[in-house]
């Protein structure tokens, strides 16, 4: 076997960039599809490709550094600036959703009332559930930051039960907010207050979602040995995500939930 | 397949908590909070070059060049797994034009501009 002189990683050529690019171009013009010719096909058809390129790429990735040894210290360092810029992306992401919030009720047009909340509104009230849901999101922040110190410290048993911590609050927000968005007095027809705490609070939502189950694959891998105590970037690129999105709930609740009631 | 993973996972974790109760007899081979550590468990090309780091030898290139005059008795050392390697020579910092030639191992050769005196090492991989 020739060897190579560098620590990098060529990668082995790969199909899941292809069939990603093809379950992004189903799933986008499925929905629009779906909106507009009530039929769901090529919007499924695009998400069971999406989650076998997710459940494949990644899974080639766990082998290709856990098992066979690629990911040396500058492979490392290559992934840490790459979740460093993603996560980068989705903050302008979300932060184009404040824009909009900001725009909307800094300065309410007279369809509204010439107020914020509008004439009509009945805002949640910030010192309920949305404040519980601080409360239980700032307690995950700890308990994955005891993960971590876990995972440093070579305690395995701990490790464990703090990810799992973790976890469990990540749904009981997933659940609280479920039951909030069921209750709540106004949906996101209601005018312009309506799309954007929908739109805002729903993306974070489905970050929830997408950054607890980075969590649960951690904690799969965790229980299977795949991470040391010097060498667990997985668990740190999921716990960067999980932070970004406790701090964008912050955001959301002091501006949306507290200002804007 | 992804059954089989959260069967095996699933396992593993009704193991830890019988075990929890039995003193850690079988885990000889894990460190005693029971996470392994990278001596025990890095493997390929991540195990080479944590290992000839720890010796004090980097095989891969990963750190910086080690700095040298460059005169005839302290010429730049150039490790090479072959017996020539191209060498880029900055002759003054912030130059922008570099200075490439190719690098014979036996005796130092120098820069053809600057003078800097470069010699060729031969290194093995680890494999």
């Known amino acids: 076997m020739a060897h190579q002189a560098h620590a990098y990683h060529m990668v082995d050529p790969s199909p899941w960039p292809l069939t990603g690019a093809v379950a992004a171009l189903l799933l986008t013009s499925g929905t629009a599809i779906w909106m507009h010719f009530n039929s769901m096909s090529l919007m499924s058809l695009g998400m069971i490709l999406l989650l076998l390129t997710i459940y494949q790429w990644w899974r080639d990735i766990i082998r290709e550094g856990t098992f066979q040894?690629?990911?040396?210290?500058?492979?490392?360092?290559?992934?840490r600036y790459g979740m460093i810029l993603f996560i980068t992306s989705e903050v302008f992401f979300f932060l184009g959703f404040f824009?909009?919030?900001?725009?909307?009720?800094?300065?309410?047009?007279?369809?509204?009332?010439?107020?914020?909340?509008?004439?009509?509104?009945?805002?949640?009230?910030?010192?309920?559930?949305?404040?519980?849901?601080?409360?239980?999101?700032?307690?995950?922040?700890?308990t994955v930051t005891w993960a971590h110190h876990s995972i440093m410290e070579g305690q395995r048993k701990q490790?464990?039960?703090?990810?799992?911590?973790?976890?469990l609050l990540g749904f009981y927000f997933t659940f609280l907010q479920g039951?909030?968005?069921?209750?709540?007095?106004?949906?996101?027809?209601?005018?312009?207050?309506?799309?954007?705490?929908?739109?805002?609070?729903?993306?974070?939502?489905?970050?929830?979602?997408?950054?607890?189950?980075?969590?649960?694959?951690?904690?799969?891998?965790?229980?299977?040995?795949?991470?040391?105590?010097?060498?667990?970037?997985?668990?740190?690129?999921?716990?960067?995500?999980?932070?970004?999105v406790d701090v964008v709930w912050l955001f959301l609740y002091i501006s949306i939930y507290w200002w804007g009631s | 397949m992804a059954g089989r993973l959260l069967l095996r996972g699933c396992s593993a974790a009704m193991q830890l908590r019988g075990t929890a109760v039995v003193r850690p007899v079988l885990r000889t081979m894990a460190s005693s909070g029971g996470i392994p550590t990278d001596e025990e468990q890095a493997t390929g090309l991540e195990r080479a070059t944590l290992q000839a780091l720890k010796q004090g030898k980097d095989p891969?290139?990963?750190?910086?060049?080690?700095?040298?005059?460059?005169?005839?008795?302290?010429?730049?050392?150039?490790?090479?797994?072959?017996?020539?390697?191209?060498?880029?020579?900055?002759?003054?910092?912030?130059?922008?034009?570099?200075?490439?030639?190719?690098?014979?191992?036996?005796?130092?050769?120098?820069c053809p501009s600057c003078g800097s005196h470069y010699k060729l090492i031969h290194h093995d991989l680890p494999h």
């Open chain 2, 60 to 110: 891969y290139s990963i750190l910086k060049p080690k700095h040298y005059t460059g005169t005839r008795e302290d010429p730049h050392i150039v490790p090479s797994i072959g017996n020539k390697r191209l060498v880029g020579c900055l002759c003054e910092e912030d130059n922008t034009a570099i200075v490439w030639f190719w690098l014979h191992e036996g005796e130092a050769q120098r």
């Open chain 1, 179 to 244: 039951m909030e968005y069921y209750e709540a007095p106004f949906t996101i027809a209601d005018g312009v207050y309506g799309s954007t705490f929908f739109v805002a609070t729903g993306f974070h939502g489905l970050h929830v979602i997408i950054g607890s189950s980075f969590l649960a694959v951690c904690l799969l891998r965790q229980v299977q040995f795949h991470f040391t105590s010097k060498h667990h970037f997985g668990f740190e690129a999921a716990a960067w995500y999980w932070h970004f």
């Open chain 1, 99 to 142: 824009w909009a919030f900001y725009h909307s009720s800094l300065a309410p047009t007279p369809e509204l009332g010439g107020c914020w909340p509008p004439t009509g509104i009945t805002t949640l009230d910030p010192f309920e559930v949305p404040l519980l849901n601080t409360a239980v999101l700032l307690a995950s922040g700890v």
């Open chain 1, 69 to 79: 040894g690629h990911h040396t210290p500058p492979v490392q360092k290559g992934l």
């Open chain 1, 159 to 167: 490790a464990i039960q703090s990810l799992t911590l973790t976890i």
